[in-house]
């Protein structure tokens, strides 16, 4: 299973207004959570995650993930940021792309792997930049697509 797999263009947010990894986190899970209890669920495993250590990957991305009791399937999304945000990267490169990932509670070594290969695919250089360039949901998927396909190449 590849990020590719997961995502969904109307899980792509663009030009959000970073105040907070909390209000990030919530934007996060308001996204991939199919009602209250999922909502919650997803924000308080992103938290937890994040407790243990920063999910910045360096070179403006981060992947904030985490593991989510009563989800049943990995879910993502991907929120472009309207301006650089100080996510205390791991290079000091402030983030304008993340990637947001829950997965179930119980995971599977598919889910690491899943992992890998995303932080793998989003480290790259020549996709961050088109990334960036991209004007709405659709340039940015493609760019993503088109990424993926030079990687895996």
């Known amino acids: 299973m590849k ?10 947010l663009m030009n ?19 009602n209250p209890q ?16 920063n999910t910045s990957l360096g070179n403006g991305v981060a992947v904030p993930h985490g ?34 990932i829950a997965f179930p509670e119980k995971t599977h070594v598919s889910h690491r792997t899943l992992m890998k290969d995303t932080a793998h695919l989003f480290r790259q250089h020549r996709l961050y930049k088109k990334m960036m360039l991209a004007e709405n949901r659709e340039q940015f998927m493609a760019e993503i697509m088109n990424g993926f396909q030079l990687c895996n190449s």
């Open 38 to 53: 999922e909502v919650n669920s997803i924000y308080h495993g992103l938290v937890e995650r994040e407790k243990l250590g």
């Open 3 to 12: 990020i590719i797999d997961i995502l969904e263009e109307n899980k792509i």
């Open 67 to 100: 593991k989510c009791e009563g989800i049943e399937e990995i879910k993502a999304c991907v929120i472009k940021l309207s301006q650089g945000a100080d996510y205390e990267s791991i290079d000091d490169v402030a983030v304008n792309v993340v990637i947001g």
């Open 16 to 34: 959000y207004h970073f105040i907070s990894k909390k209000r990030l986190f919530e934007t996060i899970a308001e996204i991939l959570g199919g």
